[in-house]
């Protein structure tokens, strides 16, 4: 029982990242309706800059995040401006194509400034894991701990899926937001500024990108490398589509529920396979409710 | 000779050469016309004699022995590349859904491959008929492993192309890109798990996902999971077989274009709506088109296992995939001998260019972004207009101030 | 159009002139990873080989000259690189330096005859059914066994939990004979998982598992890197067994931002430990620590022992500058080598060696224990 509810929350640990990434995705997609490849590579940026702060000039960690999150922003804004804007009228084929061109120009970049080599991430928070059931059983002892870092992971996660909630339904630009992922073209004649509203979406993306980042490395322990975003990048977009793309509750539900039953299956069903499991999920999603868990039916236009 | 005679002289001149060259022009107007009418095809012909060109001057590179050892051990892998960024192109360019999945297919291609030739390789022994018949006929046996592979691999990576294609080609855009990029994964993910074994003696073929159900005893393990395939050796790809391949794929993808099935794919491409209500079954026209892409991507897969005696699970990553739709971009969407230019040129040039190696996959990528911009975007294209435009004034007026010079 | 012309002609040159080898010296090669995840094991080879390339030539006899190319640990690269070499004058490979590269390798210098002295490629894939390939470090199911037998002697721990990464040979090679001997021994391997990219992230299931089972060794057969990320969490989730490494751990005192506290006590298998005492290794080891910083790891040593390894065989064999510089001499050489090979032995840092005509290696195998950031010799 205890090891299950161990999965449990280190489930519940990395899902909270999937979350927090799937929002990036999620927020994105629905605004500009465009997969943005290079989401993943943000994370991974996001990270670099943190660690940056963190090991070379030795400051805070709250200042590594501020400072992260700064520059994720100005290299969403960046990106948006000189990739993605130009190809807006483009067909989505050109536009993801320039996106995956993006994700590995992110990448290699890194890679010449960083190295390829892994680097590992500072922990961002000090103090005990808080034990909270402890037994022994066959002379073993068992415990379930709670580490201040995945306190950490969940809360965040939890007050960046609320606050993005209330921007969106509560303020002018959230409002603007909404209007522009209905329809461009009706919301430019409403005398809403179509280009602004993407870039702060994507400037909101990037920031949580940046955050994801922090958290992917600090509690998942993820090495720091160049290729270090690619891949928890597709998978929080699966959980992205799983909580159905667009709506931003199901990217927090989505992302959870994949954290949870990655973990679970690694546990239970094999551990050579997890990936495997990951992707067939997301296919079972997209060819049983195309839609997602929380998504909007769309219907296309002729 | 006074003026007069000088004059006439002149005038005859000028006719006699406007009467011949009006004679030359209908063949030229009418080998215009020619070109417009087959531009097609012209240019397809062009391929295959670029391709067979190629072809030999290699061969006469080699027996002249001018051809360094790095050159030589890359044309078979070059041929592989070919073949699955013409493949790839028939995807996303011709049918217009980008797969980012290729890799996978060539992994099924490699396995399947590997398992038809190793299998051959010791269920026909020296004395069998089969191996006699070939013997007889002066056939090496090595090729005929080497072309029943190739069709195995194919008709399985088909399979799979089709299997998967089934739920794929429900979804468009974006879905179809990371769906396509999710099935390669868990092929690779599976595969690394699957480990085969020939029985050195029978032939006979053991399938395990677990390492320690196999036989020790008489039994060789040539696919080893995480490995990959090891011990594929001697190996029995040549440069005949690869170039073989590329004009076969030629063959059916430029035809195929061609066709009327070709000309229904670029309708559901360019208009699905349209295509639909016109009675074309867009299911089947991008299935036929996906199919043909993973089978060939197939072979190219068991072309490139059978060249190197070890190939890591690895090399069948979306990293490939990628490098693989780079090749069909730079090359053009939908051109195919741009494809293989591409494909050709950006192999060799990183070995040519070891050196600047940790640059490579950046300037790819920087060209790839940039391609994209200058190809879609309105405002780089009307600005590169406008520097035509410019040039084209600019060189205008030199050539008046020229003219007026002399 | 000139400028360009220009530059490329230049740059032409310039590559002409970098390919350009010593006349009156033997060419050796090796390719490995210079860039990339394992770039540490490529680096550490090479530096290791400089070092011996220079005190060898010092001793007046056969000169040795070095060429080396980066293949990342792709074995297309790879064959490139070792085409390449030989276009450049390489008459034997001291490489390559990663298992699934050199298998590749491998099988083309069987093709070829070219002599290949891996010192770091431990899989027995490489040397299987080929007489021209001898390896410098232990095979994989050498180091599995060695690792049993060692935590049984030394009576480290009754219950072991095994991590390793299945998407790996070299990982599933070693837990393979690992799990054999151990149940020879009477060892109880009460837990085993595994993971199947060195990229990921997550071992909370891994080690729950383990813990939970209550092993109080862990044996982790797999590199330094996800290593890295094993120590730091299972230091978060308060678990605290003996973990016990074999050669892949080497380097990972050496990473980035890694907190090296976190490795005291961790146990590593491997045939060399900087620390050892006598001449010979203090000599590398100050001459490394001269040149490169960094205390030198077990790839380096390997390599600096390959290529006395090579001078020796050349004398055996008397293969000189003449035989190994004529057209395509790697053959020749090549031949002339794998007769010696077997009645050599040398004495190197990573111990006596010699060798079967399999290529397989015999030397004793040692373990290191990690204190306060540093390789100590254990027990």
């Known amino acids: ?302 | 000779m006074n003026q007069k005679h000088k004059m006439t002289i002149t005038h005859l001149f000028t006719h006699a050469l406007e009467i011949c060259e009006s004679f030359l022009r209908q063949p030229r107007i009418m080998a215009e016309k020619i070109y417009q009418k087959h531009k097609m095809t012209i240019t397809h012909l062009f391929t295959y004699a670029l391709v067979i060109c190629a072809y030999f001057a290699c061969q006469s590179m080699i027996k002249a022995e001018k051809m360094t050892l790095s050159l030589e051990g890359q044309l078979v892998p070059i041929c592989a590349y070919i073949v699955l960024a013409v493949s790839l192109n028939l995807t996303v360019g011709i049918s217009g859904e980008l797969s980012l999945g290729h890799a996978g297919f060539m992994y099924v291609g490699a396995i399947t491959g590997v398992i038809a030739s190793m299998w051959m390789r010791y269920a026909f022994t020296e004395e069998s008929a089969f191996f006699l018949f070939f013997e007889n006929m002066n056939i090496d046996f090595a090729l005929v492993r080497m072309l029943i592979s190739l069709i195995v691999a194919g008709v399985f990576a088909g399979i799979v192309g089709f299997i998967i294609g089934i739920p794929v080609l429900r979804l468009r855009g974006d879905y179809l890109a990371i769906v396509t990029l999710a099935f390669g994964e868990i092929i690779r993910n599976i595969m690394t798990c699957l480990y085969v074994a020939v029985n050195k003696k029978t032939g006979a073929l053991n399938f395990t996902f677990n390492n320690s159900d196999i036989p020790s005893k008489d039994f060789k393990l040539f696919i080893k999971g995480p490995t990959g395939i090891t011990g594929n050796s001697p190996k029995i790809a040549t440069f005949v077989i690869g170039i073989g391949l590329v004009l076969f794929t030629l063959l059916i993808v430029q035809n195929l274009i061609n066709s009327r099935t070709g000309r229904a794919i670029k309708a559901c491409r360019d208009n699905r709506i349209a295509a639909e209500s016109m009675g074309l079954n867009v299911t089947k026209y991008k299935m036929i088109a996906f199919v043909t892409s993973a089978c060939l991507a197939g072979m190219a897969g068991a072309l490139y296992a059978a060249n190197f005696s070890s190939v890591v699970p690895s090399k069948f990553s979306i990293d490939t995939s990628i490098l693989i739709l780079v090749f069909v971009v730079l090359g053009g969407l939908g051109n195919i001998l741009g494809s293989v230019i591409s494909a050709t040129v950006l192999t060799l040039l990183p070995e040519l260019l070891r050196e600047f190696d940790d640059y490579r996959m950046l300037v790819y990528v920087v060209v790839l972004i940039l391609t994209m911009l200058i190809t879609n975007s309105p405002i780089v294209k009307s600005l590169i207009g406008a520097i035509k435009e410019g040039a084209k004034k600019l060189f205008a007026r030199k050539n008046t101030e020229n003219g007026a010079n002399s | 159009m000139k400028k360009i012309f220009a530059m490329v002609l230049s740059l032409m040159l310039a590559m002409g002139a970098m390919s350009a080898f010593a006349e009156d010296a033997i060419t050796i090669g090796i390719s490995g990873p210079l860039t990339g995840p394992y770039a540490m094991y490529g680096l550490g080879v090479v530096h290791g080989a400089e070092i011996a390339v220079e005190e060898v030539n010092a001793l007046g006899g056969i000169q040795f000259a070095l060429t080396y190319e980066d293949d990342e640990g792709d074995p297309e690269k790879a064959v490139n690189a070792f085409n390449k070499m030989l276009d450049d004058g390489a008459a034997m490979m001291a490489g390559t330096v990663t298992s699934g590269a050199c298998a590749a390798v491998a099988a083309e210098a069987y093709d070829m005859r070219v002599f290949m002295l891996t010192p770091s490629a431990s899989s027995p894939t490489v040397t299987e059914d080929r007489d021209n390939v001898f390896q410098v470090c232990f095979t994989d199911p050498g180091q599995g066994a060695a690792s049993a037998d060692y935590i049984v002697q030394n009576n480290l721990a009754k219950k072991v939990a095994v991590i390793y990464n299945n998407g790996l040979d070299y990982s599933t090679g070693i837990y393979q004979t690992f799990e054999e001997k151990a149940n020879e021994l009477g060892l109880e391997i009460v837990s085993v998982t595994t993971f199947s990219s060195d990229n990921n992230a997550d071992f909370s299931v891994q080690l729950t598992k383990a813990k939970d089972s209550g092993a109080e060794l862990v044996f982790l057969p797999i590199y330094y890197t996800p290593a890295s990320m094993i120590l730091k969490q299972a230091d978060a989730m308060n678990y605290d067994p003996i973990f016990f490494g074999v050669d892949g751990m080497d380097g990972i005192l050496s990473i980035e931002g890694f907190d090296t506290s976190l490795a005291e006590g961790v146990y590593l298998l491997t045939a060399f430990s900087a620390d050892a005492q006598d001449e010979k290794t203090q000599n590398f080891v100050k001459k490394y620590e001269e040149r490169f910083g960094g205390t030198p790891n077990q790839f380096a040593a390997d390599a600096y022992d390959a290529i006395y390894a090579l001078y020796e065989a050349c004398n055996e064999a008397e293969v000189t500058a003449e035989i190994a510089n004529q057209r395509r001499g790697f053959a020749d050489v090549c031949e002339m080598l794998i007769e010696v090979m077997p009645t050599i032995t040398v004495e190197g840092i990573t111990g006596t060696m010699s060798w079967e005509a399999t290529g397989e290696v015999t030397k004793t195998p040692t373990a290191v224990i990690i204190h306060e950031g540093a390789y100590v010799g254990a027990k």
């Open chain 1, 1 to 302: 029982m205890i090891t299950f509810l161990t999965y449990l929350i280190n489930g519940l640990n990395i899902g909270s990242v999937y979350a927090v990434i799937a929002l990036g995705y999620t927020m994105v997609y629905g605004v500009a309706k465009m997969l943005n490849f290079a989401h993943g590579d943000v994370i991974m940026v996001g990270a670099f800059l943190a660690y940056c702060v963190c090991a070379y000039l030795g400051l805070h960690p709250i200042i590594a995040v501020l400072g992260a999150v700064i520059g994720c922003t100005i290299l969403g804004i960046l990106i948006e401006r000189l990739a993605y804007k130009p190809l807006r009228q483009a067909t989505s084929l050109a536009v993801l194509i320039t996106a995956i061109g993006m994700s590995y120009f992110l990448q290699n970049m890194a890679q010449l400034i960083w190295g390829s080599d892994t680097k590992s991430f500072p922990s961002i928070i000090q103090g005990d894991a808080i034990v909270l059931f402890k037994t022994v059983q066959d002379g073993v002892t068992k415990t379930l701990t709670l580490s201040p870092i995945n306190i950490l992971t969940m809360a965040s996660c939890f007050i960046i899926m609320i606050a993005l909630t209330l921007f969106i339904n509560k303020t002018k630009m959230g409002k603007a937001m909404r209007c522009v992922s209905e329809d461009k073209g009706a919301a430019e004649l409403m005398g809403i500024n179509v280009n602004l509203t993407i870039s702060v979406t994507f400037a909101i993306g990037s920031a949580l990108a940046a955050v994801a980042g922090i958290l992917l490395c600090a509690s998942n322990y993820a090495p720091l490398s160049p290729t270090t975003g690619s891949l928890p990048g597709i998978k929080a977009f699966t959980a992205a589509v799983f909580g159905g793309i667009g709506s931003i509750p199901g990217a927090m539900l989505g992302g959870i529920l994949l954290g949870l039953i990655e973990n679970l299956g690694k546990a239970y069903v094999s551990s050579e396979l997890a990936d495997a499991f990951v992707f067939g999920i997301l296919i079972v999603v997209l060819l049983v409710k195309p839609t997602g868990l929380l998504g909007k039916k769309i219907h296309e236009k002729v």
